[in-house]
């Protein structure tokens, strides 16, 4: 396994980052510790998981394999919160009331004393900056959180941060979760030359777009049985599952057969050597998914 440094940080992750989506969804908890030991005895070192996957229930899959193995302290444990909780009017967003009960949650549901990375999952443009950044440097401070993250910020807002963050002597953001993959390429238009210039790590989610890489779907043919396309992660409107993207299937297979890999594995071997790309987060439903994923 090849690591890598997470952005302007001493800290080295595996070029494989493991996302923990499905757990409690489409993985049982038996499933999930299975891929967690497999994941770690294949060298991946990099766990990504959040508040909002199955509220809480992935959470609680990943501390509780975590403790049964004993390897906690192995792994660079990565969650995220913002993204709405509960019912209430302050059950989402950064700010200083709902970030520090949800990192008290975080927490409790990982069985650990403190988060290695903290993603700021969705942006939230009501809540000051001067008070997301100070309530993570507090967090930080305690021991709770060790670096700081964003996902899905636009670079204009994570410049903002960044100027703050310098201004004020608070924790600067190391790494940002954008969707990236060969169907969807429009971080390259700015997101990763600003974070190559500015040393943020570039963990992106979404490396199959939702299955359309996965070589299932097939341009005029009916889906497996069993496999019915959803739109997963991305609620801005881009759609994947469009004509423009079969073409680029069947156009992508021949090249991968004759390397003699999946279509899958293909484009997740594409994504990680691209330029300014940290480790790419998968999130298989089985080891067998894992596996695949490993040998890309």
């Given at each position: 396994m090849e690591y890598r440094q997470l952005g302007r940080t001493g800290t080295r992750v595996s070029k494989l980052c493991l996302g923990t989506m499905n757990f409690g969804g489409r993985t049982e908890e038996d499933e999930a510790h299975r891929i967690i030991d497999t994941a770690i005895d294949g060298g991946i070192n990099f766990i990504d998981t959040a508040d909002v996957y199955g509220r809480g229930v992935s959470e609680e899959f990943t501390g509780r394999a975590l403790q049964a193995n004993g390897k906690r302290d192995q792994v660079v444990l990565a969650?995220?919160?913002?993204?709405?909780?509960?019912?209430?009017?302050?059950?989402?967003?950064?700010?200083?009331?709902?970030?520090?009960?949800?990192?008290?949650?975080?927490?409790?549901?990982?069985?650990?004393?403190?988060?290695?990375?903290?993603?700021?999952?969705?942006?939230?443009?009501?809540?000051?900056?001067?008070?997301?950044?100070?309530?993570?440097?507090?967090?930080?401070?305690?021991?709770?959180?060790?670096?700081?993250?964003?996902?899905?910020?636009?670079?204009?807002?994570?410049?903002?941060l960044l100027t703050m963050a310098e201004k004020h002597g608070w924790p600067r953001t190391v790494a940002e979760q954008p969707p990236y993959n060969l169907t969807d390429r429009r971080i390259e238009w700015e997101l990763v030359w600003a974070c190559m210039r500015h040393g943020i790590a570039i963990v992106p989610f979404g490396p199959l777009a939702g299955g359309i890489l996965s070589g299932v779907y097939r341009k005029g043919q009916t889906p497996p049985e069993g496999h019915h396309f959803k739109e997963v992660g991305q609620r801005d409107g881009h759609n994947r599952y469009t004509e423009a993207s079969m073409d680029l299937v069947e156009k992508l297979i021949p090249l991968a057969e004759a390397r003699g890999c999946s279509l899958a594995e293909f484009s997740l071997a594409w994504l990680m050597q691209r330029p300014g790309i940290t480790s790419p987060v998968s999130g298989p439903r089985t080891v067998e998914h894992l596996r695949s994923c490993v040998a890309a």
């Amino acid at each position: 396994m090849e690591y890598r440094q997470l952005g302007r940080t001493g800290t080295r992750v595996s070029k494989l980052c493991l996302g923990t989506m499905n757990f409690g969804g489409r993985t049982e908890e038996d499933e999930a510790h299975r891929i967690i030991d497999t994941a770690i005895d294949g060298g991946i070192n990099f766990i990504d998981t959040a508040d909002v996957y199955g509220r809480g229930v992935s959470e609680e899959f990943t501390g509780r394999a975590l403790q049964a193995n004993g390897k906690r302290d192995q792994v660079v444990l990565a969650t995220k919160a913002v993204a709405r909780m509960g019912d209430g009017p302050n059950d989402q967003g950064a700010s200083r009331y709902h970030l520090t009960r949800a990192v008290e949650d975080c927490l409790r549901r990982l069985q650990t004393d403190r988060i290695d990375l903290f993603y700021l999952h969705i942006t939230d443009i009501t809540t000051p900056l001067d008070e997301i950044l100070d309530t993570l440097d507090v967090l930080v401070k305690q021991g709770k959180i060790l670096y700081i993250g964003t996902s899905k910020w636009p670079v204009p807002l994570f410049m903002e941060l960044l100027t703050m963050a310098e201004k004020h002597g608070w924790p600067r953001t190391v790494a940002e979760q954008p969707p990236y993959n060969l169907t969807d390429r429009r971080i390259e238009w700015e997101l990763v030359w600003a974070c190559m210039r500015h040393g943020i790590a570039i963990v992106p989610f979404g490396p199959l777009a939702g299955g359309i890489l996965s070589g299932v779907y097939r341009k005029g043919q009916t889906p497996p049985e069993g496999h019915h396309f959803k739109e997963v992660g991305q609620r801005d409107g881009h759609n994947r599952y469009t004509e423009a993207s079969m073409d680029l299937v069947e156009k992508l297979i021949p090249l991968a057969e004759a390397r003699g890999c999946s279509l899958a594995e293909f484009s997740l071997a594409w994504l990680m050597q691209r330029p300014g790309i940290t480790s790419p987060v998968s999130g298989p439903r089985t080891v067998e998914h894992l596996r695949s994923c490993v040998a890309a």
